[in-house]
């Protein structure tokens, strides 16, 4: 209606026809211009409609998934040892609940009839983004069936409890038949989803979007060819000195009463999350108000306890800088695992171990734990909490041997999920390859092939985003350096909000509105994933650490 005068002057300007026949055209036409925008008004109506009532639903499955996320959370936290054969049946049953839910014919139908030029209209950019996910999610989901799913779901409890006893016991064989079982879902899984494409690069797809495993053989060959020299140049190199650390004790309550502060310092709300123990630490979130995170402490290392912490802290960040508005609909979620370790290895590595900040927090540690001799610098402890040399295990190890960590579990999965190797080698092969990115053989499996908790669950594909995660993080906090110009003397002062600030408007409140990781890179730094930047990070650093 609002293009009525227009049309009337465009009338005007024509050649004047005799009264009755103007007259009656400009009625016709009134006539049909209501009846066009009418049909638009009662299109635009039902496209507001069909939104709403999918916007609906999704927010009951999104609750569903929560709830089954917390009971996750207190399986691997709370949990009665007992208990795992009660859980895993309220699992399957949740699970397939949330299966009927998420391919319901009704979503169906919304998600056909939400198409068109009359959703770039009338749907804002977020709901569009929320579309696109669910759209997605739909696809995939509708692909597995329910029986598979609700399979999965036993398999993850149980599979968590053979995995903790077999890891205890150090014996990988009282594993394997679970991971066996597992090899053969995520095949078929893959097969499902899409048929085309390399198992691998379909379960990749699932926890780092659009990237494939030619990318990530680009990216890791790069890091095989120029990290090794510099592991072998740092071991020549005399080690940092660790004798103010020996033979001491650190009292576990003591460790998380100082860890959960720092957690508080860095940002993270205690009113909205909680801060654990566990056998492998994580973070999972129920909602931006509801963020759990664990971590664990010996009494004769101090800083697993620390990097542990601020590690799930970054993770943790993320979760509640969520958009809460959005925060029951599939666009507010992460865009991916990658971008996800980004935040977590931000905290961790170019916040958790820089020189500014242990300037502020190194004199706190002391008061904390008086035993730590009183005449050691915080340039000491930071030279100290930068020493790289291989290590057994991923978690612990430092940032220039992690990246070889990777590349080996991405190799054995990547071989493992194409039928090249099998189940029963594992042992061997880690072996193998342990001697030939790092130089040493675990003693045992503990130590070994079974220290990590991911192939119990099945999550295959999931490893490699670790490293993808370490390259964005450099990438993202280089691009802040440069926009908050005395971002280090504001870490060196123990305030943390301009960074906080920068991270959420950048990456926490975009969720997957930005539709993969290496886009979102690009927006914010004008690149896309660039292993150079990190190699070149990480050879300055440690050539000046250990003055190579």
């Not at 709830?67 to 040892?81: F, G, H, K, N, R």
């Not at 997605?136 to 409890?161: C, I, W, Y």
Request: net charge neutral; proline share 4%; aromatic share 10%.
């Amino acid at each position: 209606m609002l293009r009525l005068p227009l049309v009337s002057r465009s009338f005007s300007s024509r050649k004047r026809l005799p009264f009755s026949i103007r007259s009656s055209s400009k009625t016709n036409f009134c006539s049909n211009l209501k009846i066009f925008n009418s049909k638009m008004s009662s299109t635009n109506s039902s496209v507001r409609s069909d939104f709403n009532r999918l916007k609906s639903i999704l927010e009951e499955v999104s609750s569903l998934q929560s709830i089954s996320a917390l009971l996750e959370w207190d399986q691997l936290v709370m949990m009665p040892e007992k208990s795992g054969g009660s859980r895993g049946k309220q699992m399957e049953v949740l699970v397939g609940v949330i299966h009927d839910k998420s391919t319901g014919k009704e979503i169906e139908e919304l998600l056909n009839k939400l198409k068109g030029e009359s959703i770039e209209k009338e749907l804002t950019d977020w709901e569009k983004a929320h579309l696109r996910d669910a759209r997605r999610d739909f696809e995939r989901t509708n692909k597995l069936p329910k029986e598979l799913q609700m399979k999965r779901a036993t398999l993850s409890v149980e599979g968590h409890e053979v995995w903790a006893n077999a890891r205890k016991e150090k014996n990988f064989a009282k594993f394997a038949p679970i991971l066996k079982q597992w090899v053969d879902i995520v095949r078929e899984e893959a097969k499902l989803l899409d048929p085309t494409k390399d198992a691998y690069d379909v379960l990749l797809d699932t926890y780092e979007r659009g990237v494939s495993s030619s990318t990530i053989d680009t990216v890791f060959n790069q890091l095989k060819e120029k990290i090794p020299p510099l592991i072998a140049k740092i071991a020549a190199k005399p080690s940092p000195d660790r004798q103010f650390m020996q033979g001491k004790k650190f009292d576990v309550e003591a460790q998380a009463k100082f860890n959960f502060q720092l957690a508080k310092e860095l940002g993270f709300d205690t009113d909205g999350g909680r801060l654990d123990v566990s056998v492998h630490p994580f973070s999972t979130s129920f909602h931006p108000s509801d963020v759990r995170m664990t971590t664990r402490y010996k009494d004769d290392e101090l800083i697993e306890g620390l990097t542990g912490t601020i590690h799930e802290t970054g993770h943790s960040l993320y979760e509640q800088g969520r958009p809460e508005s959005e925060a029951y609909l599939p666009a507010s979620r992460a865009v991916g695992m990658g971008v996800h370790e980004s935040q977590s290895l931000l905290w961790e590595r170019m916040v958790g171990l820089s020189l500014p900040f242990w300037s502020h927090y190194w004199p706190k540690l002391q008061s904390a734990f008086p035993q730590l001799d009183s005449s050691v610098t915080f340039e000491q402890f930071y030279r100290l909490i930068n020493e790289s040399k291989p290590g057994f295990i991923r978690v612990e190890a430092d940032e220039v041997t992690y990246p070889m960590h990777i590349i080996l579990r991405y190799e054995i999965e990547k071989d493992l999920i194409s039928g090249k190797i099998q189940v029963d080698q594992l042992p061997q092969i880690w072996n193998e390859k342990m001697k030939q990115y790092l130089g040493i053989v675990p003693k045992d499996d503990s130590e070994g092939v079974l220290q990590d908790v991911h192939w119990s669950s099945g999550s295959f594909g999931y490893f490699p985003t670790y490293t993808l995660g370490a390259i964005y993080a450099c990438q993202y906090f280089q691009q802040a350096e440069k926009e908050i110009p005395d971002l280090n003397e504001k870490m060196a002062a123990g305030d943390f909000k301009a960074l906080r600030a920068w991270l959420k408007e950048k990456i926490h409140q975009k969720g997957s509105f930005t539709p993969s990781g290496d886009e979102l890179v690009k927006q914010i730094t004008g690149s896309g994933l660039n292993a150079t930047q990190f190699i070149e990070y990480l050879t300055k650093k440690y050539t000046k650490l250990y003055n190579l």
